[in-house]
């Protein structure tokens, strides 16, 4: 299992990392290709992300998972990021997912990919990968009829697709997520442990979810 390096949470500080990195990534290979997470937490970057106005031209956008509802639902992850950070999805490559089987063939075509935005759920969770529950598999996707909590279907990317990047970030505030934390780093098995990226793991926590760690 692969430790996460942590930081503190400061979106401001975490949007101007985004940007420079999509910089090396344009430099090295034409285009920055970046998984989005959603929930609360990640959407205060996204928003900082607007504010900065990236050139974002070459970026390439994917989501790590999306609940199974209507494009422009309100409880959909990319209605979202497309409400948070307008200007920037209208300049880049967007790809919100629409169909589980259309995702699986778009991913195969894309990865790897670059950077990968991950929260973490009470229970340990990641994207929509649950601890105990069932899964229907593609090649890149998995299909979730009984999520935890509404709606109970979901669709997300695996954890080894979720691998095949050179960075993954991780976003933990509140002291709700203390438990699942301590968890993690205790080396427990949880969704979230399954994610080994490449070359980096960072998690950008407050002292809210790790009282103990000293930034």
């Not at 691998?163 to 993954?168: D, F, M, R, W």
């Not at 926590?205 to 000293?214: E, G, I, K, T, V």
């Amino acid at each position: 299992m692969k430790m996460p390096e942590i930081m503190l949470f400061k979106p401001e500080q975490i949007a101007e990392k985004i940007i420079a990195f999509s910089r090396i990534c344009i430099e090295k290979n034409g285009l920055f290709r970046i998984v989005l997470a959603g929930g609360n937490t990640p959407k205060q970057i996204y928003e900082m992300l607007e504010k900065k106005s990236p050139n974002s031209k070459d970026w390439e956008i994917f989501y790590g998972d999306e609940r199974d509802l209507p494009i422009g639902d309100l409880e959909r992850n990319s209605t979202m990021v497309e409400k948070a950070m307008p200007q920037l999805i209208a300049k880049a490559a967007h790809f919100p997912i629409l169909s589980a089987h259309d995702y699986d063939k778009l991913v195969s075509q894309k990865i790897p990919f670059d950077l990968v935005l991950l929260g973490i759920g009470e229970d340990g969770h990641t994207a929509s990968i649950f601890p105990d529950k069932t899964y229907s598999y593609l090649d890149y996707v998995q299909i979730i009829d009984d999520a935890p909590k509404p709606p109970l279907h979901r669709i997300s990317l695996t954890a080894k697709t979720l691998n095949s990047t050179a960075q993954t970030w991780v976003f933990a505030t509140g002291q709700s997520k203390q438990n699942a934390l301590k968890q993690w780093v205790n080396g427990e098995k949880l969704p979230i442990a399954e994610i080994e990226p490449r070359e980096k793991l960072i998690l950008f926590s407050d002292q809210a979810a790790l009282p103990n760690q000293r930034f």
